[in-house]
Nanobody, 126 residues
Framework: QARLAESGGGSVQAGGSLRLSCRAS????????LGWFRQSPGKEREGVAA???????SYADSVKGRFTISQDIAKKTLYLQMNSLKPEDTALYYC????????????????????WGQGTQVTVSS
C-alpha cells in the first residue's frame, strides 16, 4: 500500500519554471518506478517522466531538455523540475508509482503504475 501526495503546482508565465514534489508514504523495495503524468481537459493522461530503481530516467519527447525528474530516496520524495514552460504544458500533473520491475520503454505507460496521487494543477499563460 502506498500513498502519494503532490505539491508545487501553480500558475506561471510562458518561459517560467516550477518544481513539483511528490511525497510517498510507502516502503521501497529493490524494484520500483516513480513517474509523473499529466492530463489536460479533453485529452488522455500521458506519461511525462519516470525514474526507476536502476537509476534510469525516461522522458516524453515533448518535455526532453526542459523537464528533469529526480528523487531523494531518503525523503521518499520525487521531483519534477520544469523549465521553459509552454502554454501546452498546462495540465493536472499526477505522481504515480509501482513497486515492480518495469522495463524502461514501458515506464511511461499509465497501465504499469499501481498507485496514484490526487494531482496538482499547473497553468502556463502566454
Amino acid at each position: 500500500q502506498a500513498r502519494l501526495a503532490e505539491s508545487g503546482g501553480g500558475s506561471v508565465q510562458a518561459g517560467g519554471s516550477l518544481r513539483l514534489s511528490c511525497r510517498a508514504s510507502a516502503t521501497f523495495f529493490a524494484n520500483y518506478v516513480l513517474g509523473w503524468f499529466r492530463q489536460s481537459p479533453g485529452k488522455e493522461r500521458e506519461g511525462v517522466a519516470a525514474f526507476g530503481s536502476d537509476g534510469l530516467t525516461s522522458y516524453a519527447d515533448s518535455v526532453k531538455g526542459r523537464f528533469t525528474i529526480s528523487q531523494d530516496i531518503a525523503k521518499k520524495t520525487l521531483y519534477l523540475q520544469m523549465n521553459s514552460l509552454k502554454p501546452e504544458d498546462t495540465a493536472l500533473y499526477y505522481c504515480a508509482a509501482t513497486f515492480r520491475y518495469i522495463p524502461g520503454p514501458s515506464r511511461l505507460s499509465e497501465a504499469v503504475h499501481d498507485y496514484w496521487g490526487q494531482g496538482t494543477q499547473v497553468t502556463v499563460s502566454s
